[in-house]
């Protein structure tokens, strides 16, 4: 198995708002490369991790990369939703989140490329669910339109969806991106047509999503969270697009104002408030960065310090 080509973002960020060099036990729940990972085993040589991925390639080539630390690091197979009945009672200082999928997965030809000469597959974990190519060439119109708007496509979602069930089947990734290319350049307007970015881009995304379940993994993520840290431990989620951003965003505001049914109805019994945000506007990556890691360029990081304040 080849070495990770994956370069974490805002890493030196995310050991500082973990406070990683204090030392502690923490959890990241998206090994990927694992770069996170050994950047809080090395911050103090007392940290420990529970490292956990979906993808079992990930698992693979993050035991050999992390063999020199194996007695402080516990690697689980295992999806956002999974975690909450493998940890059980644990707590953690500190978790890590950093959404999407990682430049290996990327770079395997499982479909998630719209260059991919390959399968369109796009599942993270292998072992379950539909494949991207079980959605396009099997399910309806509408299911796709609305698949691709739930993943951020904009008004040409109606086109390309009539277009992928018409010219259906799709053995491969590149085939795909073919003909919603081609769509696109027929029905874009305005300033939508302008975009230099390749139209596929965002089709992609919307797949992987929907392939994943990923809004859904999020959410199971952010219910968990609050039982896995310990009071004055912090989470720290990095997100790459605007949809997964407001899901992240919003409900960090909600832990921190006790729920948003305390603010509709005033004078009601609120819930209890879990702590607060930090750094409200969340932590971009710098220039400098971005120009050697473009990947980080869409990148922010969003960080919750959970406490007992009761409200
Ligand atoms: C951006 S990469 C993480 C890279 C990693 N931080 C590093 O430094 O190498 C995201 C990883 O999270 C995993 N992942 C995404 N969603 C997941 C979920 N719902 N449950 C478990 N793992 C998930 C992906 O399989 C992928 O390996």
Redesign the pocket.
Known sequence: MEK?Q????L?SEVLEYLQAAAGGNFL????????????ILQANPKNTVTA????ER?LKR?AVRLADHASRVTLLH??????SGLLKDQTFDGM??????????LKENRGFSFNDDAALDMR??ESQGQSAADIVNGASAQQIFVLLKQGGVGNEARAIANAIVERRPYGTAKELAAVVNQTFARVARGKAAQKKVNPSTVVFQALRIAV???FE??E??MELAPRLIRSGGRIAI?T?HSLEDRVVARKMREWESGGEFSARSPGSMRAKRLGHVVERKGIEPSAEEVTRNPSARSACLRVFEFSSIDS
């Open positions: 990770t994956h370069i974490p973002v890493e990241d729940c998206t090994l990927g490369g694992a770069g996170h990972t050994l950047a956990s991925d979906r993808d990930a993050a295992a999806d956002f939703a999974a975690l890590l989140a950093d959404l999407g999928i990682s430049t290996d997965q993270m974990d994943n379940r990923e993994h999020i199971s993520l990095i790459f």
